[in-house]
């Protein structure tokens, strides 16, 4: 069953914009994790997070996690036109359970 | 180099044939999945596999059948081809059982039935 529902569903803002995406889910979870998906590709793994860290920063990356919310914020500063792409949040509890996706945000950063 | 690799990268084949998806790593991972993205972008696992036991079987059609030779295969066999199957399927790996870590992915099969 789907865990996580991004928001908003698309995105679009001019090239050195941050940009913003959200992450509510419905369970208890052990990690919270973000992938990128360029059109055609795979998904790439961007940060991990832990249901006892509230931030963490990668690069031009920021995620924070409010567990008492259920939710996670995704901030990519100084957005660059090869941003653009589909984010995807995904959790696991603390079970023997494989990731389980949202749906994504669909970024477009205009040069 | 490639960490995760699947073959073929495109299937365009009939109803009713039956067809396979390879996929293989090389970075030494214990755990591979097996994951459905429909056409709306939504991934949903199918499969999990750790060192070649099977550990997850999501309500997934008995006619795809996932089989692992050794711990850096994972291939996924299809019989009776549907309609409804046409997709694109992700394999991927990690390096520690359920989620605790970050997955990789490789760059899937995209699967068209006619």
């Known amino acids: 069953s789907q865990q996580g529902e991004e928001d908003p569903q698309a995105l679009s803002i001019q090239e050195g914009e941050n940009a913003t995406m959200n992450c509510s889910y419905k369970t208890s979870i052990n990690n919270l994790q973000w992938y990128r998906q360029n059109s055609g590709r795979g998904l790439v793994h961007l940060i991990l997070i832990r249901s006892n860290e509230r931030e963490k920063h990668s690069g031009r990356l920021r995620v924070t996690l409010d567990t008492s919310k259920k939710s996670s914020s995704l901030l990519i500063t100084a957005s660059r036109a090869a941003d653009t792409a589909s984010y995807f949040c995904?959790?696991?509890?603390?079970?023997?359970?494989?990731?389980?996706f949202g749906k994504g945000t669909r970024l477009s950063v205009i040069a | 180099d490639t960490a995760v690799s699947q073959t073929p990268k495109y299937l365009v084949t009939q109803m009713g044939n039956d067809k396979s998806i390879k996929c293989e790593q090389n970075l030494g991972h214990d755990t591979m999945y097996w994951y459905k993205q429909d056409s709306k972008k939504f991934l949903k696992i199918m499969f999990s596999?750790?060192?070649?036991?099977?550990?997850i079987n999501e309500t997934v059609p008995n006619r795809f059948s996932p089989k692992s030779p050794d711990k850096a295969h994972l291939n996924l066999h299809i019989n009776s081809l549907e309609l409804g199957d046409s997709a694109v399927y992700f394999c991927?790996?990690?390096?520690?059982?359920?989620?605790?870590?970050?997955?990789?992915f490789g760059s899937g099969t995209r699967l068209t039935v006619v």
């Open positions: 995904a959790t696991t509890d603390s079970g023997n359970t494989p990731l389980v």
């Open positions: 596999y750790n060192n070649k036991e099977l550990i």
């Open positions: 991927a790996s990690s390096q520690v059982k359920s989620g605790n870590a970050g997955y990789t």
